[in-house]
């Protein structure tokens, strides 16, 4: 049976709730001169990819080109990102990590791990991975819903006791 309304505003509070704790917990940081949330966010997508076209990295990040190009910049100040042409579309532009950018990802990793780990003490290895599975099927489901759906075809609910035309 499909998840009823109430249950899916429930949910819809609770991932509000645990985005804005995560980002409290990513805004902890020992080194002010170190990348901020959104720019690491911009290394992982990168990382996980190896080398992406700014095109498709903007798409997964959900930005437009000018804020992608402004992130890509500062990275590319800071040593952590490099631009390559892309050697079948002039047009284009690959972006990979470098050395440093890959060991920065590395580093806030295990320190936001690290972080996690004594912020939830009181957890059981058990618990933590049944957390862990329901977030991925949840953000499975998430992506595979959003995927099946087209630009602009998306209607808003019929509220209940309404008639279509």
Known sequence: MAVNQQSAEELITLIFRLQR???CVAQISPDPRSPGTALH???RI???HGEIRATELAEKLGI???GLSRHLSELAT???VCRRPHPD??????I???PAGTQ???DEMHRRAALLQDMLEHWTDEEALSASESLTKLTESLHTAIRAMKPGTVQPPIPAGEKTK
Do not use: E, K, N, P
């Open 21 to 23: 704790q995560l980002r």
């Open 41 to 43: 966010g911009v290394m």
């Open 46 to 48: 990168i990382g996980d």
């Open 64 to 66: 437009g080109t000018a």
């Open 78 to 80: 800071m040593g952590y």
């Open 89 to 94: 579309d002039g047009r284009a532009h690959l």
């Open 96 to 98: 990979s990590l470098t």
């Open 104 to 106: 920065a990802v590395s």
